[in-house]
C-alpha cells in the first residue's frame, strides 16, 4: 500500500469504480473535498465497488457517500487517506 500511496495526490481527490469482472473504471479527479467517480464499465460488468480518497484525513465514507452509492446501485465504499494509506470499506 505504501506504493499506491506515494503517488496518491494529497490536496484533491480522485476516484473510481471496480466492476464486476475485476476490472476498474476510468478514474475521477475532484477538488479537496469532493470527486465525481466516473461510473462506466464493460458490456456484460456492473459497478460492485466505488473507491475514492480523503485529503482530509478521514478514513471512514461520509453519509453522502453512502447515499451517492446506494442511488447508483453499487453495494460497497472503500475510502483512502492518501497520507497513511489507511482504507476502510463500507457495504451500503
Known sequence: MKNLT???PQNYEVGAVQCSDGAWGPMGRGSHDDVVVPISCAPGA???T???TH???IAEPSTADMENAR???IR???V?????GETNCRNT
Open 6 to 8: 506515494v503517488r496518491l
Open 46 to 48: 456492473t459497478p460492485t
Open 50 to 52: 466505488v473507491w475514492h
Open 55 to 57: 485529503p482530509d484525513g
Open 71 to 73: 442511488s447508483a446501485g
Open 76 to 78: 460497497r465504499v472503500c
Open 80 to 84: 483512502t487517506v492518501p497520507a497513511t
